[in-house]
């Protein structure tokens, strides 16, 4: 559970330097907003270990569900990615910033600051709120992948736990060498093929 955790949180790490990067995150930050990300992943990711359990116990027909929507997954990661496409841009940050008053410009590490008087939201805060949303959507394949290995909640909190721990060390370890994992979605891609296949055979055996 651990390594299968472990390789799909580095997907993350792809996602985290796209966004740091469309933010122009200062270097002397990145770290704050990582710890942010992870432990925002760790919350989220507790949420939906308890309620994938509940689904489980309630519907066993959930594997399927499961099941297939990894394969999916996997499918998907296949397609050629959209050079246009943009993950910092998400609907949240949007939203934030057709309503919000928001500023271009850091203060630091400070979430709020004061542009001609009025009180703002920096970039700091808005790339929180994409890296907050983006351990969501990663929460939706990570989760339904652990519970192919194992049910035992304790088995798959602890697993994601550790697994997400050294994801801000992992970061600035191979920053600037994450160009060169060419193959790391095919990888993935078999990974979850496989368990998604092995779901959808053991709800078959249920």
């Not at 939203?95 to 009025?118: E, M, P, Q, S, V």
């Not at 370890?173 to 296949?197: H, M, P």
């Amino acid at each position: 559970g651990y390594i299968l955790e472990k390789a799909l949180s580095v997907d993350n790490l792809f996602v985290f330097l796209v966004i740091i990067s469309s933010f122009k995150v200062p270097r002397e930050d990145q770290q704050k907003v990582l710890l942010f990300g992870i432990v925002f992943a760790l919350f989220a990711r507790s949420a939906f270990i308890f309620a994938g359990k509940a689904l489980i116990d309630t519907f066993q027909w959930m594997f399927y569900l499961f099941g297939v929507f990894l394969l999916v997954t996997a499918v998907h990661m296949l397609a050629p990615e959209d050079p246009n496409k943009d993950e910092a841009d998400n609907f949240l940050i949007r939203i934030a910033k057709r309503y919000l008053h928001t500023t271009d410009h850091y203060d630091g590490d400070k979430l709020f600051t004061y542009d001609n008087g009025k009180r703002v939201l920096t970039p700091m805060l808005l790339v929180m709120v994409a890296i907050g949303a983006t351990d969501i959507l990663f929460a939706f394949d990570s989760i339904p992948a652990i519970y192919g290995v194992t049910q035992e909640v304790y088995l798959v909190f602890t697993a994601t736990a550790f697994s997400l721990m050294g994801l801000r060390q992992l970061y600035f370890l191979i920053d600037g060498l994450l160009d060169r994992l060419v193959y790391l979605s095919y990888g993935l891609t078999a990974i979850l093929f496989f368990i998604g296949l092995k779901l959808i055979v053991h709800a078959l055996h249920g």
